[in-house]
């Protein structure tokens, strides 16, 4: 596996760990406002953030089966993927263009929920790996389960924002770790 792209990843998950806090942030903030000029920026921004994504776990799935030889988690990381791909279409979607489909929460909701399952379910399969990913496996798949049990709660959703940022700050880690090693 190329040391650029692990490297990049890296970069990039240090990136989505700051953009997941703005964007928490402005939505937040943007919760009932109808001007367009913030619906476009969040919009935007959601857009990124989804690009990212894609990058970072296409990365991941690729480092854990080339040098892992573990493919346990490729059809949960495709499935993560794909549910992001249409979260982030409808929810940019609907800041941009009012009275679509993409208005529609129930949705969003369904979407949310199944990608969360989804992640929990990566977080388990990912501990049956036989290497320990430089010390952050158990970390990083513990966090990344927490930041969605936080999320769900509702309650705890700004814990569980900043739990899926540690998460990303340690994928990074691994990744730029995995950069400089065989």
């Known amino acids: 596996m190329q040391t650029d792209r692990l490297t990049l990843a890296g970069i990039l998950c240090l990136a989505r760990a700051a953009l997941t806090l703005l964007l928490a942030s402005l939505v937040s903030r943007l919760a009932g406002q ?33 040098r892992y030889d573990f493919h346990k988690t490729d059809l949960t990381i495709i499935g993560l993927i794909a549910v992001s791909s249409l979260a982030a279409l409808l929810t940019a979607g609907s800041l941009v263009i009012s009275g679509t489909l993409a208005t529609d929460t129930t949705l969003l909701t369904f979407m949310s929920i199944g990608f ?30 927490a930041a969605v ?22 994928l990074a880690i691994i990744f730029i770790k995995a950069s400089g090693s065989r």
């Open 34 to 66: 109808t001007s367009f000029g913030p619906k476009l920026i969040t919009a935007l921004l959601t857009v990124i953030a989804f690009l990212i994504f894609v990058y970072i776990f296409s990365t991941l799935k690729q480092l854990l089966n080339e």
């Open 116 to 145: 969360g399952v989804l992640l929990v379910a990566f977080s388990i399969q990912l501990l049956r790996l036989q290497d320990n990913l430089f010390g952050f496996l158990k970390p990083y798949a513990f966090l990344s389960a």
């Open 149 to 170: 049990a936080g999320i769900a709660s509702i309650k705890f959703a700004g814990v569980g924002v900043i739990f899926g940022a540690v998460a990303d700050v340690l």
